[in-house]
C-alpha cells in the first residue's frame, strides 16, 4: 500500500497570510502519462470531504483561486495565498495511482 | 444539481450486519462510479471499494474483503453498502462518493471523488 504522510498536522492561520501544506507518498505517484496521481480534499467541520485539486495541480469546479496545488513524484504542497475564515478545515491528500486509495492523516487549518 | 442522498443513522450489535443507502440525483446513475469511504470518529479517511453501476462490478479494499459487499439497484437508481461481522471499531461515518473523471492527454481517464453524499453514521455498541 502506499503511504502517505503530511506536515504539519495542525497549522494555525491568520486571515489574509499565505499558508502551505506537505504532503508525501512512500512511492511514486508519477503515472506513465506524466501526470501524478494526487488529490487535495477540504473537510469543513461537520461537512462531508470536498474535492480541491486533483492530478496534483487542477483546481477542482468552483474552487477559489487562492487555491494551488504543485509538485511531482513523492513530494505534493497545498498553498493557500491568502487564507480566509471559511478555509478551516482539514486538508487531505489521496494517492490516486493504486485502486487502493490512500489518504494522508489530514492537517486541521485553524484561525488564530 | 448533482447530489448523494445516503440513508440516516443506524445502530447495531456487534457481530449483526448493516446496510447503508446512496441515492445520487442529478446525472445518469449507471455513467459513474460510487466509491464509499468511512471516517472512524476524530481519525481520517478510509477507502472501502467502489461499484460501477452499470455493471455492478465491484474493487474493495483488502481489509474489508470478506465483510463488505457492494451492491447497486438500477430500477430505483440506488447504490448500496453492506458490512457484516460489525465489531466496536466499525463505529464510523460512512460515505459515498462519485467518481468523476477527466480525459488527459486524449488517451487517459484521471478519476477523482467529486461529489459526496453528507454521510451515514452507523453505531455499533452492545
Known amino acids: 500500500d502506499i503511504v502517505m504522510t503530511q506536515s504539519p498536522l495542525y497549522l494555525p492561520v491568520t486571515p489574509g497570510e499565505a499558508a502551505s501544506i506537505s504532503c508525501r507518498s512512500n512511492?511514486?505517484?508519477?503515472?506513465?502519462?506524466?501526470?501524478?496521481?494526487l488529490d487535495w480534499y477540504l473537510q469543513k467541520p461537520g461537512q462531508s470531504p470536498q474535492l480541491l485539486i486533483y492530478?496534483?495541480?487542477n483546481r477542482a469546479s468552483g474552487v477559489p483561486d487562492r487555491f494551488s496545488g504543485s509538485g511531482s513524484g513523492t513530494d505534493f504542497t497545498l498553498k493557500i495565498s491568502r487564507v480566509e475564515a471559511e478555509d478551516v478545515g482539514v486538508y487531505y491528500c489521496m494517492q490516486a495511482l493504486q485502486t487502493l486509495f490512500t489518504f494522508g492523516p489530514g492537517t486541521k487549518v485553524d484561525i488564530k | 444539481q448533482v447530489q448523494l442522498v445516503q440513508s440516516g443513522a443506524e445502530v447495531r450489535k456487534p457481530g449483526a450486519s448493516v446496510k447503508v443507502s446512496c441515492k445520487p440525483s442529478g446525472y445518469t446513475f449507471t455513467g459513474y462510479y460510487i466509491h464509499w469511504v468511512r471516517q472512524v470518529p476524530g481519525q481520517g479517511l478510509e477507502w472501502m471499494g467502489w461499484?460501477?453501476?452499470?455493471?455492478?462490478?465491484?474493487n474493495y479494499a483488502q481489509r474489508f474483503q470478506g465483510r463488505v459487499t457492494l451492491t447497486r439497484d438500477t430500477s430505483i437508481s440506488t447504490a448500496y453498502l453492506e458490512l457484516s461481522s460489525l465489531k466496536s471499531d466499525d463505529t464510523a461515518v460512512y460515505y459515498c462518493?462519485?467518481?468523476?473523471?477527466?480525459?488527459?492527454?486524449?488517451?487517459?481517464?484521471?478519476?477523482?471523488?467529486?461529489?459526496w453524499g453528507k454521510g451515514t453514521t452507523v453505531t455499533v455498541s452492545s
Open positions: 461499484i460501477n453501476p452499470k455493471s455492478g462490478g465491484t
Open positions: 512511492q511514486s505517484l508519477l503515472h506513465s502519462n506524466g501526470f501524478s496521481y
Open positions: 462518493a462519485r467518481r468523476g473523471q477527466r480525459l488527459v492527454l486524449r488517451t487517459y481517464y484521471y478519476y477523482y471523488m467529486d461529489v
Open positions: 492530478m496534483a495541480s
